[in-house]
């Protein structure tokens, strides 16, 4: 690909990616996947050019974004194109020119376009952007975020634009931390031992696991390390009785039915079929036997009849409630551009109402242990203030601390961002894993 040809696919996949975020369609890495597959004539160079431009100006959409409405007298709408020539400004880039004609290159820019670009770029030079706007944080997070950091809140943004670090999980039905992590720096010192997770490993730099030998017999599993303590905060032993109550694609249910040595069982349900679909490929790679699962649907009065018979049965109940995913912006920066205030009210009814459904679950002296990949206190501790309170004392907090104690594979201890002291808050940028929240419930054995 010509350099004007990697500019065409830059602005063909951001119109893509704007599609997506409008329509709730698909994330942008498979849209960028997707791109890709149908143009195997772009080579690895190709792919990287054009995926640094792209993420580069999805992760500072929101300064791209005010860029484009900072001029009142000229605004442009958001699109693939009028975000470029944002990044050209952003990145104090000449404007390329484009050849005429020629099929796999831009339009030439049009008067407007180039008339926007000179005068914004001279506007540009002379304000200052304002700091929720320079750190990428959307106007729908930005109180619960600076409720979240106070005066650490430019350092915690700043830590969610930057690039998660690949983690893996070891699976101890298969494999142990010690043979593992030689076995995978067998060439080149890459992963390095976390030091909170003791099931964790991490490398900086991308590799390819689909020819990894560990990951294909299922030794290795994909997982952030916040998630696998969240899993290992489930303290789940073996024989248990287990509901995940909003599965996905099952990459906690995986890490529980290690926890408990694939004795007891772990009923995985979800909306999405597809998902769980995904679930039974890597329950099989990973010799996990001990899940059954079922598809959900999302009508209330077929979701109680079908959740009728785990009432008050289940020693946990796993609930990874939807969320804004406000942790994840460094794996997942499309979801700044996904979300708005009118989809996280919706998200914050939907919690409460899987709050109450997964309570009725657990039975006396069991627990319900509620997660988000969130970090705004809405979706996290006024959540928990307002289920407590209406469960009126039937369920108490149990303090991540004591479970961690008591944990094989939990090593050093952080200390939580939370005002709940009980409950566990992590961030990027104190803990380097994915900004997450997890507070353990526990039902009261009297009646």
């Given amino acids: 690909m010509t350099p004007d040809a990697r500019l065409q696919a830059v602005i063909e996949l951001l119109d893509q990616i704007l599609a997506g ?39 500072d959409f929101e300064r791209h974004r005010y860029l484009l409405e900072v001029n009142p007298s000229m605004q442009v709408n958001v699109s693939g194109r009028s975000l470029l020539l944002a990044h050209f400004i952003i990145s104090e880039a000449s404007l390329p020119q484009f050849d005429v004609g020629d099929t796999f290159t831009p339009a030439p820019w049009s008067a407007e376009e180039t008339i926007w670009y000179e005068n914004t770029r001279e ?30 809140f430019a350092n915690e943004a700043s830590a969610l634009n930057t690039k998660a670090p690949l983690c893996l999980r070891v699976n101890t039905l298969k494999a142990d931390m010690e043979d593992m992590l030689p076995c995978l720096n067998k060439n080149e010192e890459v992963f390095v ?5 003791g099931l964790c490993i991490s490398a900086d730099t991308a590799i390819n696991l689909e020819g990894c030998k560990p990951y294909k017999i299922g030794q290795i599993e ?5 998630a696998q303590i969240a899993s290992l905060l489930v303290y789940a032993e073996a024989g248990h009785q287990i509901v995940d109550l909003c599965a996905g694609a099952g990459g906690k249910t995986l890490a529980v039915a290690a926890d408990m040595n694939n004795q007891g069982q772990i009923y995985c349900f979800d909306t999405h079929k597809s998902r769980l679909a995904g679930l039974s490929k890597r329950a099989k790679r990973a010799g996990v036997h001990c899940i059954q699962q079922k598809v959900i649907p999302e009508d209330q009065q077929t979701r109680q009849h079908m959740l009728a018979p785990y009432t008050q049965k289940m020693d946990r109940v796993i ?13 997942s920066p499309d979801l700044r551009m996904r979300f ?12 409460q109402q899987l709050l109450r459904e997964g309570a009725e679950l657990v039975k006396p002296g069991g627990r319900l242990i509620y997660m988000t990949c969130s970090l705004l206190p809405s979706e996290n501790e006024k959540q928990i203030h307002r289920f407590t309170e209406q469960a009126n004392s039937k369920f108490s907090l ?31 940028g104190t803990h380097n894993t994915d900004g997450f929240f997890v507070c353990i419930l526990e039902r009261s054995t009297e009646k």
């Fill in 193 to 197: 031992k976390s030091n909170i997770s």
């Fill in 222 to 226: 994909v997982q952030d390390e916040a």
């Fill in 398 to 428: 149990i303090d991540y601390r004591d479970v961690w104690n008591a944990k094989q594979h939990l090593k050093v201890m952080p200390q939580t961002l939370s005002n709940i002291p009980e409950a566990l808050c992590l961030s990027p």
């Fill in 123 to 152: 506007l540009y030079a002379d304000f200052a952007v304002p700091e929720d706007i320079a750190l990428n944080v959307p106007e729908w997070a930005a109180e619960g975020m600076h409720a979240r950091f106070s005066v650490a």
């Fill in 21 to 59: 975020a409008q329509s709730n369609g698909a994330p942008a890495d498979k849209i960028v996947a997707s791109y890709f597959r149908q143009r195997r004539y772009a080579g690895s160079k190709d792919r990287r050019a054009v995926n640094e431009i792209v993420y580069k100006i999805i992760r």
């Fill in 340 to 351: 708005d205030g009118k989809r996280l009210d919706d998200i914050l009814e939907l919690q």
């Fill in 319 to 331: 609930l990874d409630v939807p969320c804004s995913g406000t942790g994840t912006w460094r794996r």
